[in-house]
C-alpha cells in the first residue's frame, strides 16, 4: 500500500468527523452509536461472533450496516508499520482481530465478512487515493486503498459507499501516528464527492459515475481532503491539480458545493507545518459555486491548501513561471 494518511490526511480536517447521520441518508444514528460504544472490544469473540452482538439488535439493515461500521471503526487501528512497508500479510479478518490493525484491505475485508453475517449484500472495491500534493501526478505501482460498496436494496441506486478505515481515524503526513478519530463521513459517504476523492479499479464500482473517467485523469486532478464532505464539494477549477501560471497573472478558483449556508471564511495556506501561513480570500458565493482570485507575484512552486472555515478541502500545486 502506497504512502498513506488516514484522514485523512492532517489533523484539523477531523475536527468535522462529528457527525451523527450518514451522507447518503437522513436517519439518526445516535441510539446505534451509542449501543456500539458500550459493547467495547468484543475481544474474546471471533468474528462471526461479534457480526451477530453487533447487528442482532436492530432490525433495520442499515442499523446493522451502520453498527458494523462503528465497531470496526471504534476498534480497529490502521496499521502504519505496514502500510510504510507496502505489507498487506496480516489483512484477514482473522488477523485483524488478533492484531487490531489493519491497512485498508484488511479493514474492507473485516467489514465485508461481518455483513456477510449479517446477510448483507457487500463487496470490496480496489482503487486509488491521493493524500497530499505530492501524489498529483504521481501513479503507484500498484492499488492505493481498498474500500467497500453496500447494497439494502435491489436497484443501482441503493448501492452505498462505506469506508471504515478513513472512518476510523488519521495519520500524520509521514504516516508514522495513527490517530483515532471516528468520522462518519465515510459511512454511506456522498458518492460525488467520494468519487473526486478515490478512483475505483473497476469503473462498474463508481457510484452514479459522476468521477474522472480514467486513472490519469484522476492522478492530475487536485486532492480531495476530508472538509470536502462537510460542504459536498461536486467539483472545482482549476481541473488539474498541478496547475502552471504566469507570474502577475490571476488565477480564478472555483468550487462546486451544495451546502452553502455554513461557509464563512476562505482561505489558501502557503507551506507546511511551522513554516505555513495562511491568507484569508475575497470571495463571491452565488448558485453553489465558491469563487476567488489569487495572483501569484513571484516565480516558483506553490503547494496550497484550499480552506473552507479552517478546514482544508483542496489541495494544488501551483507553478508559476515568468
Known sequence: MNKFLLIIFVCANCLLATNTHAQDSNKDFHAVDDYIKKLGTLDTLNMG????????????????VRGIFDWIADNIDFDCKSAQSNNNDRNSSDDVLKYRKATSPGYAALFQDMCSVAGIRCLTVDGYIKNSADDIN?????????????????????WHYVDPMLGSGYTDKDMKVFTKSF?????????????????????????????????????????????????????????????????????????????????KIVSIRFGEDKKSRVKQMNYTLSGGTISFDYTFADADTYPIEILINGQEVLDYIIEVND
Open 49 to 64: 461472533s461479534i457480526a451477530v452482538v453487533v447487528t442482532q439488535h436492530f432490525p433495520d439493515k442499515i442499523d446493522k
Open 183 to 263: 468520522n462518519d463521513n465515510y459511512f454511506f459517504a456522498n458518492k460525488t464527492t467520494f468519487n473526486l476523492q478515490c478512483f475505483p479499479d473497476n469503473l462498474a464500482w463508481q457510484l452514479d459515475n459522476s468521477g474522472p473517467k480514467n486513472k490519469k485523469e484522476f492522478f492530475t486532478a487536485p486532492v480531495i481532503k476530508d472538509a470536502a464532505y462537510l460542504f459536498n464539494v461536486s467539483g472545482y477549477t482549476p481541473l488539474e491539480g498541478d496547475a502552471k501560471v504566469k507570474t502577475g497573472k490571476p488565477v480564478r478558483f472555483n468550487i462546486y458545493i451544495h451546502n452553502q449556508d455554513s461557509v
Open 138 to 158: 504521481s501513479k503507484p505501482d500498484g492499488f492505493s486503498h481498498t474500500w467497500d460498496v453496500v447494497q439494502l436494496g435491489k436497484s443501482e441506486e441503493e
